[in-house]
């Protein structure tokens, strides 16, 4: 029976016979760039489709007839369609023609009215221009290049023909683009696609990926695509916003928003972007010009300007001018008003090449550069989302006095000739192009975010339909001379006609075409209709008699014929047959798939040593960092794991160490193999996440711990409770997790160090939490905090691991023994025989909040039975990695 591999040669190996008959001789290479070619072209179908709708097109705009023959010609034969003065909902980003079909005797058929097609950036080049300074190469982590002069070299000096090989030169960047998805997006559609295009094709980024983010009963939801198809929405499975962190920094978030939607106003989004900011580059796309900005949630946080002396370096890191200077607090304020003193910074950029032009050069590291951007405190931002916000009741009147006090000029002039059409996103456009070519998108925004007009469509509807408030359309259109606003009408007229085959050059000439046949108009074409009469009554005169005559009812009467045609139809297709002859049948394959485990990235932290100087301790800090990787517990919880390299350490306390004891003796070198550890002790968010878990062996308490508190540790359990943790957690990831031998614990703790502790020769409670009235080694009396305190409150050592020293005690795997005499020397956990194991007692390592300082120490161990659970017992975990 032939194998899977042995089908696959066998199907492979007939193609190329296929093409060897048919005068094609291909080698190995060749035929696989075939393949892989063969799933980008499109067939020929495609193509002769898309032939065929350009020539109906270009055949169905060059029809033309008089307007005479229009008004005088009562039985219209053509089919009677009806125009759609709103984008089609599935409509892509940037509008694409569509296809001319034969009329129909008896039926009728919507034609589409659609958006022109100018380009929303009209600055690509200088944009493309200012990404320049993103466009440097780094080496791959990953692909090779054989260095041929080198390799030579090497074989003329050695004889030894082995190939040097150095990293290929790749992009320095990949870039995620996250798109806010709200009831303004639709604004900028085409722009963020044009963005989209920029981006992809510019040659910045090694890859670019698209996101959708949006918020769902107060919780971010992410998907990938943010253009994706609404009825290929309704199955997408949102993501974790973890996915996108990359604290490697070779990954930029592009997050692009105006600043206006629930994500903002309730807070909902900044303890994402904050998450983000810590370990990568973020940027803020701000669609509306810097002139709007104090009118979108930008206005919550202080003005400042970020710099960067080095390339890539996440927004936690940057350099912030421009916060101001926080005073002492009054010793009557409350403690939860700065419990939360963490700060997102953003640079916020624009589609303008200059704004685009600092932001690249601060990203890419160039020194005194600064780029414009905001400081968020969160507490803060969290506090404006729970107050209240009352919305003043204005008149007509009041609305149009304060839009046209603050308004641009541009916005003035736009929101006049919106007055008399109906506010859809493509007639605007239209309008824009053809009476307003200087006014942008930003100036449409501006219009429709004053406060002038109001959504009328369903919260459901990805399309926004506006209309202005009672009395507001009169003002605005008070403003415009009358001559301005006939035109207005007489070009849309024009244009619609021009849709039916027709031509037309005036409002009245499309009125007397209604009236004076079976011209049935669609039920979205009613608002331009009714929105002229109202145009043409405010007007007077002449006009207001031309309105009386063409009525709402007459109007009312069209349209009400229009619901009971049938607006799709099927038509008749031409299309051909391919038909596969001689080909192999298809075969069925096994195969084994490939499974992307987590991705090591890089921790960044704080650590400190400790020295005598002149009769004082005195700390020195420096920042560090390491690799690890973060667990994923549920959407917002992670358990950060550590990589501790492997090595070789003496175990135990020397005899001359102040107040060691002989439970630490002998001495002895310990070989441990690399293993992850916790980062920090098993927090009680975590601890509550995984006892949710289903049950292994016994129950777990959702919440045991005595000073309660998401980001302290968990304490009040058991050695027992522990290991289930442990067991809970390695059938829920796969992965294999447990407590730590003891000599995993003190070799990680130790970190390279053979001191009492880790810091030095002592420990201050700068330091960690301890009892700090004790003393050790002339060490200085400190604080005594009573309680927990929050994991990472404390530097950390060389590893990356915190609250390593202080806090909780922690339990290890490993049964008691009185000394090291005949302890294992490889690193695993030392247990007793089963025979003698019915009674046992286990080991806590590490010190409490309540210890004393030499028991803090980190040779120093201590009994305990496994079923005892105070508020100073808690743990971590390690992962020891498979073998390969």
């Known amino acids: ?134 466009m440097r190469k780094v080496p791959s982590r990953i692909l090779v290049d054989v260095d041929e002069e080198a390799t030579v070299t090497q074989l003329a000096e050695t004889r030894i023909c082995v190939p040097v090989v150095r990293p290929t030169p790749e992009r320095w960047l990949d870039l995620d683009l996250v798109v806010e998805s709200s009831k303004t997006t639709v604004l900028w559609k085409r722009a963020i696609a044009e963005l989209q295009h920029l981006m992809e094709y510019q040659g910045a980024f090694r890859t670019v990926r698209t996101w959708r983010l949006q918020a769902e009963e107060q919780t971010v939801q992410l998907f990938p695509r943010w253009n994706e198809r609404l009825e290929n929405r309704l199955t997408q499975r949102p993501r974790s916003i973890r996915e996108l962190v990359d604290p490697s920094g070779r990954r930029l978030i592009l997050y692009v928003s105006d600043c206006t939607s629930a994500l903002w106003r309730q807070g909902i989004i900044y303890e994402t972007l904050w998450q983000w900011s810590q370990t990568q580059p973020v940027a803020l796309m701000q669609m509306l010009p810097e002139r709007l900005w104090s009118r979108t949630a930008l206005s919550n946080g202080y003005i400042v300007r970020l710099g960067s002396p080095v390339a890539g370096l996440p927004n936690a890191r940057l350099d912030v001018e421009g916060l101001p200077e926080l005073d002492e607090w009054d010793e009557w304020d409350e403690p939860e008003e700065v419990s939360d003193g963490r700060l997102l910074t953003l640079p916020i950029i624009t589609l303008d090449p200059n704004s685009f032009r600092r932001w690249a050069r601060v990203l890419a590291g160039a020194g005194e550069c600064r780029t414009p951007g905001r400081g968020f405190e969160l507490a803060f931002v969290r506090e404006m ?267 135990g306390a020397p005899e001359d160490e102040p107040e060691s004891r002989e439970n630490e003796r002998p001495q002895h070198n310990v070989t441990l193999s690399e293993f992850l550890m916790g980062r920090y002790p098993v927090t009680q968010a975590q601890w509550r996440i995984v006892a949710s878990y289903p049950q292994i062996e016994r129950e777990l308490e959702p919440d045991p711990s005595q000073f309660k508190g998401d980001n302290r540790p968990v304490e009040s359990v058991s050695w027992y409770d522990a290991t289930e943790f442990c067991k809970r957690l390695s059938a829920h990831t796969g992965r294999e997790y447990q407590l730590p031998s003891e000599a995993q614990w003190e070799y990680a703790c130790r970190a390279g160090t053979q001191t009492a502790f880790h810091f030095g020769e002592t420990i201050t409670t700068d330091l960690a939490n301890y009892r700090g009235t004790s003393i050790y080694n002339e060490s200085p009396q400190g604080e005594y905090r009573e309680q927990t305190t929050e994991v990472g409150s404390f530097p950390a050592n060389d590893f990356g691991l915190h609250d390593i020293h202080g806090n909780v005690c922690e339990w290890c795997e490993d049964d008691w023994h009185e000394n090291y005499e005949g302890a294992p020397n490889d690193g695993r956990a030392w247990l007793l025989d089963a025979i003698e194991n019915t009674y046992t007692t286990k080991i806590r390592r590490g010190g409490s909040w309540c210890s004393l300082l030499r028991y803090c120490r980190s040779a120093y161990r201590i009994i305990n039975y496994p079923g005892i659970d105070f508020n100073n017992f808690g743990f971590r975990v390690v992962c020891v990695p498979p073998k390969t």
Not at 96 to 114: A, G, H, I, N
Not at 422 to 443: C, K, T
Not at 478 to 500: F, M, N, Y
Not at 617 to 623: A, S
């Open 1 to 134: 029976m032939e194998t899977p591999k042995q089908q696959r040669r066998s199907t492979i190996g007939q193609f190329a016979q296929q093409l060897k008959r048919s005068g094609l001789e291909l080698n190995a290479a060749d035929l696989a760039d075939l393949l892989w070619l063969a799933q980008f072209i499109e067939s020929e179908s495609e193509i002769y489709s898309e032939e065929i709708s350009e020539e109906s097109l270009t055949s169905s705009s060059t029809q033309t007839n008089s307007i005479d023959d229009i008004i005088n010609h009562t039985d219209i034969s053509i089919s009677e369609p009806t125009f759609n003065l709103y984008s089609n909902e599935e409509s892509s980003s940037i509008p694409e023609t569509t296809e001319s079909f034969e009329p129909s005797q008896t039926d009728q058929k919507v034609l589409p009215f659609p958006v022109p097609s100018a380009p929303a950036i009209r600055t690509r080049l200088d944009l493309a221009r200012a990404l320049r300074p993103l």
């Open 385 to 651: 989302a729970d107050e209240p916000v009352s919305t003043p009741v204005r008149t007509a009147k009041q609305r149009v006095e304060l839009f046209r006090a603050t308004a641009s000029r541009t916005a003035r002039q736009l929101a006049g000739l919106m007055a008399a059409i109906p506010a859809s996103l493509p007639v605007i456009d239209l309008l824009r192009d053809e009476f307003l070519p200087d006014a942008q998108q930003d100036h449409v925004a501006e219009v429709l975010l004053s406060g002038l007009l109001r959504r009328c469509d369903s919260d459901e509807s990805e399309v926004c339909q506006y209309e202005f408030f009672d009395g507001v359309r009169d003002l605005l259109i008070d403003g415009v001379p009358i001559a301005k606003t006939t035109a207005i009408l007489d070009r849309l007229s024009e244009i619609i006609a021009q849709k039916a085959g027709r031509t037309i050059n005036c409002f009245e000439a499309l009125l007397t075409v209604l009236e004076g046949s079976e011209y049935a108009l669609g039920e979205s074409a009613l608002p331009f209709a009714s929105v002229g009469l109202d145009v043409l009554r405010r007007l007077g005169g002449d006009y207001q008699e031309l309105a009386e005559r063409y009525g709402r009812r007459e109007l009312s009467s069209v349209g009400e014929t229009e619901t009971q045609t049938v607006d799709f139809l099927l038509e008749e297709r031409e299309y051909e047959v391919a038909k596969v002859v001689n080909f192999p049948p298809l075969q069925t394959f096994e195969y084994e798939p490939a499974i992307i485990t987590n991705i090591l990235e890089r921790f960044e932290f704080e650590t400190a040593t400790i020295s005598r100087e002149n009769e004082e301790w005195v700390i020195h800090r420096r920042r560090s960092s390491a690799w690890g990787y973060t667990e994923s517990l549920n959407d917002e919880i992670g358990l950060e794991m550590v990589f501790i390299p492997g090595g070789t350490f003496v175990m």
